[in-house]
C-alpha cells in the first residue's frame, strides 16, 4: 500500500523558530513537492524536487527552503517562522515515469502547523 | 503557466441526489492530464478520477464520471446517487505531460460539498 508519512499532524511553534516539516514515501518515488493549503486559496506548491538533492521553486517560495539528501524524504525548513506561515502544509510525492503515464500523486495527511 | 477555477466555493444536496462540480482551465499545453482530488474531514487527499487529454471518451468511477470539454478546457465531476460520506472538499487539478509530472499539480481553490441526511 502506497504511503507518504509526514511526521506531524500537529505542530505550535513560536515566532523566529526554525522548523523542520518531515515528509518520507515508501513508493521509490523521484518527485516529492510541498504544498500550502488555506481557505479560499486551494493548494499551492512551495517547493518540488525531482531526484536527490535538487530542488525548484514552486509559486510561492518566499519564507521557505528544502532539503532532499536521501530519495525517500524531503524536508521543509521554515528558517524563521512568522504568523503568516500559520497553515496547512501537504506533502506529494509521484513517479517520473513517462513510460507508464503515472502522474497521480499520492499525499500525506499534512501538518497543521500554527504560528503563535 | 496553467490556471484551474473552480467556481462554486460550496455545494449542498440531497442524499441520493445527483451533484455537479464545475471545473475549468487555462494552459497552451495540448497534452495533459486532470484530476479530482477528494479531500474529506480526515484531511487526506484522495484521488477521485483521472482524465488524460487526448481521450475523448470521458472518464467514469463507479458513481463518479467527468464531462470533459478540451475545446472549452472545462472539466466537470458528476457524482451520481450521493452519500453522506461523499461530504468533502473537492479539488480540481491539472498537470501538463511534458516533464513527467516533475512541475507538480495545478489546484483550484476547492468545492466544499455537503451531502444532506
Known sequence: ?116 | AQTVTQSQPEMSVQEAETVTLSCTYDTSENNYYLFWYKQPPSRQMILVIRQEAYKQQNATENRFSVNFQKAAKSFSLKISDSQLGDTAMYFCAFIPYSGGGADGLTFGKGTHLIIQP
Not at chain 1, 32 to 37: A, G, H, L, N, T
Not at chain 1, 45 to 59: A, N, P, Q, T, W
Open chain 1, 1 to 116: 500500500d502506497v504511503k507518504v508519512t509526514q511526521s506531524s499532524r500537529y505542530l505550535v511553534k513560536r515566532t523566529g523558530e526554525k522548523v523542520f516539516l518531515e515528509c518520507v514515501q515508501d513508493m521509490d518515488h523521484e518527485n516529492m513537492f510541498w504544498y500550502r493549503q488555506d481557505p479560499g486559496l486551494g493548494l499551492r506548491l512551495i517547493y518540488f524536487s525531482y531526484d536527490v538533492k535538487m530542488k525548484e521553486k514552486g509559486d510561492i517560495p518566499e519564507g521557505y527552503s528544502v532539503s532532499r539528501e536521501k530519495k525517500e524524504r524531503f524536508s521543509l525548513i521554515l528558517e524563521s517562522a512568522s504568523t503568516n506561515q500559520t497553515s496547512m502544509y501537504l506533502c506529494a510525492s509521484s513517479s517520473l515515469s513517462i513510460q507508464a503515464l503515472n502522474t497521480e500523486a499520492f499525499f500525506g495527511q499534512g501538518t497543521r502547523l500554527t504560528v503563535v
